[in-house]
């Protein structure tokens, strides 16, 4: 077993979305495992100086464009949501307490049903309602989720995390690190896949 | 013989580069001509309030490794060079002026020289006198390519370019059109062999 693939995506990301339909079967071709890391790309726009994609003139139409045609390409349902984008704090907080209290199997879980909802049947991945809600789908209690979005505890472990991602140079959703590899955007993926299939160039 | 891929680069852009040295085999696979567009990305960053990839913090340093990763997979020859990014206007000149008088053969063959020249053996593209003897190292009259620079209808020519290119939404390095089909970066160029090779999705 090979060391895991690092997975840095925002629940609000449409391209962290198509990269997370495709990245568990890339990894298990390599008998290789997935840390699914949920984080803020606010916390890099406000770094970076720059904003979303989708709101930038000229490349926004494009990305619009380009999503559609790389959903199709993957046969990936897609929809461009409404509100987009959204913030995704509690999003982020319910994954790291799933995670940390019920395992990185049913966060995962967790993290496609909130990523299909958003990106599929537009239920609004910020919305702290519809967080609790796709978290109790999956057998938890409503009740224990929202007193855990509240939790300072969990708030910390979610900035730790933002902040370890910003350190690290993560900037954008989805992004890899595997190794010392750093590979940026489902363009990326089929580097990736052949830095796994040849240990690297 | 299908309708032919408008290829858009700078030759100040290390990914138009890259795209450059992809672009024919990729092209003759599929019977398809390729008509090469310089054009100005400074024009971009006007129109959009941006700049070049590489001073920008975090995206730069990146962009730099994964430039020589892509380089190193796609086994192309790839120095960063020194002065980077430069401005290109006397090399669109020349390859307008070229591609007018001597047809779009010596026009391409003249911006490989230029590219590989820039990117391999750190000639600067952005300097006039690199622009004239790369010219003439392809049979053409130093003279009359330095006059050439100075026309005012070559100058034009190029004008009408990049104002043709930015009106269409090309934004980046390479960008393809085919047909109504518009696709940015190398990171692209499999959709445009698929969309080649399928007839789109």
């Known amino acids: 077993m090979s060391q895991p693939i690092e997975f840095y995506f925002d629940f609000s990301s449409p391209y962290g979305y198509l990269g997370s339909q495709r990245i568990d079967a890339l990894a298990e071709k390599h008998n290789c495992e997935v840390n699914w890391r949920p984080y803020l790309l606010g ?3 406000k770094k970076l100086g720059t904003g979303p994609l989708i709101s930038q003139p000229v490349k926004g139409p494009y990305s619009h464009h380009d999503l559609q045609r790389s ?7 897609f929809n461009v949501p409404d509100p987009f984008p959204v913030h995704t704090v509690a999003a982020g907080r319910a994954f790291y307490w799933l995670q940390d209290n019920e395992g990185p199997a049913l966060a995962k879980q967790f993290a496609h049903a909130l990523y299909r909802g958003y990106f599929i ?3 609004n991945a910020g919305d702290t309602e519809v967080v609790i809600e796709t978290a109790a789908a999956l057998g938890l ?3 224990a989720v929202a007193a855990a ?3 300072d505890a969990i708030k910390a472990r979610l900035k730790t995390e933002v902040d370890g991602a910003l350190d690290k140079g ?5 992004f890899f690190i595997y190794g010392d590899e750093q590979l940026w955007g489902c363009d990326r993926m089929d580097h990736l896949d052949k830095w796994l ?5």
Chains 1, 2 share one sequence.
């Not at 959903?71 to 349902?77: F, Q, T, V």
């Not at 993560?170 to 989805?174: D, L, S």
């Open 197 to 201: 299939e040849t240990g690297g160039w």
């Open 170 to 174: 993560v900037f954008g959703a989805p």
């Open 71 to 77: 959903a199709r390409l993957y046969d990936i349902s």
């Open 149 to 151: 979005l509240q939790d």
């Open 141 to 143: 209690d409503p009740a």
């Open 43 to 45: 916390a890099v726009f």
């Open 121 to 123: 049947d537009n239920r």
